[in-house]
C-alpha cells in the first residue's frame, strides 16, 4: 500500500528554475529514498536520506528530511529540460520484523516535473 | 551503479496467452527482486518480492496463480503472466537488491509494456 504523498503532483518551470518537491510520509523510517523515471522507462536511484539524517546532497540535487514532521524534500537547483521527468519518494518504513533482505519500500505517488526550454 | 536488464521491453499478445517477463542482474548477485505494476500517470504497487531459491511473497489482492514468479538464480528471476486478458495490461517493473542489502537503494529495470489485445 502507498503512504507517501508527494506534493505537488505536477510542476512545471523553466530552465534554470529551481524544482522543490515534497513527500509525506505516515511511520517512522529507516531511510527514505527518492527516485526518477523518465517517462516509459524503469526508476533510477537518486539519493538516500537516513533518519539520523538531515540533509544530504548530491550534485545539483539537495535532500532534506525532517522526521519530526515526516516529510521530506528534493530541490533541484538550474533545472535543465532533461530534468523532465516523474519523481517518487520512497519510505524504507519501520518497523519490518524479521524481514531481513526483503524490506520494502513504501511509495509516494510523483511529482510529475515539466522543465520547460 | 548496479544493471538490471528486463526484457521484452514491449509485448502484444491475444487474451488467453501466457507472456514471461525476464528481469536479470548483470554485474551483481540479486538475493531479492521485486515485482511492480505501475498503470499510467500512477506510482508503482508492488505485485511480490521474490527470493532466489523460494517461493514468492505475494501482495494482499494479487493472484499467485495468475502472476507465476520465479527467481532460480541469483541473477534471474521471471514474471509470467498466465492467460492474459486485457484487464492485465500494464507497465510491469522489476527491481533488485543485492547481497547483504547494499545500502538499501533498489536497482530497476526499463520496464516490460504488456499489451493485451
Known amino acids: 500500500s502507498q503512504q507517501g504523498e508527494e506534493d505537488p503532483q505536477a510542476l512545471s518551470i523553466q530552465e534554470g528554475e529551481n524544482a522543490t518537491m515534497n513527500c509525506s510520509y505516515k511511520?517512522?523510517?529507516?531511510?527514505l529514498q527518492w527516485y526518477r523515471q523518465n517517462s516509459g522507462r524503469g526508476l533510477v536511484h537518486l539519493i538516500l536520506?537516513?533518519?539520523n539524517e538531515r540533509e544530504k546532497h548530491s550534485g545539483r540535487l539537495r535532500v532534506t528530511l525532517d522526521t519530526s514532521k515526516k516529510s521530506s524534500s528534493l530541490l533541484i537547483t538550474a533545472s535543465r529540460a532533461a530534468d523532465t521527468a516523474s519523481y517518487f519518494c520512497a519510505t524504507d518504513s519501520l518497523p519490518q520484523v524479521n524481514a531481513g533482505n526483503n524490506r520494502k519500500l513504501i511509495w509516494g505517488l510523483g511529482t510529475s516535473l515539466a522543465v520547460n526550454p | 551503479g548496479a544493471v538490471v536488464s528486463q526484457h521484452p521491453s514491449r509485448v502484444i499478445c491475444k487474451s488467453g496467452t501466457s507472456v514471461k517477463i525476464e528481469c536479470r542482474s548483470l554485474?551483481?548477485?540479486?538475493?531479492?527482486m521485486f515485482w511492480y505494476r505501475q498503470f499510467p500517470k500512477q506510482s508503482l504497487m508492488l505485485m511480490a518480492t521474490?527470493?532466489?531459491?523460494?517461493?514468492?511473497?505475494?501482495e494482499q489482492g494479487v493472484e499467485k496463480d495468475k502472476f507465476l514468479i520465479n527467481h532460480a538464480s541469483l541473477t534471474l528471476s521471471t514474471l509470467t503472466v498466465t492467460s492474459a486478458h486485457p484487464e492485465d495490461s500494464s507497465f510491469y517493473i522489476c527491481?533488485?537488491?543485492?547481497?547483504?542489502?547494499?545500502?538499501?537503494?533498489?536497482?530497476f529495470g526499463e520496464g516490460s509494456r504488456l499489451t493485451v489485445l
Open positions: 554485474d551483481f548477485q540479486a538475493t531479492t
Open positions: 521474490s527470493n532466489e531459491g523460494s517461493k514468492a511473497t505475494y
Open positions: 511511520t517512522s523510517i529507516n531511510n
Open positions: 536520506i537516513r533518519s
Open positions: 527491481s533488485a537488491k543485492g547481497l547483504a542489502g547494499g545500502t538499501g537503494e533498489l536497482f
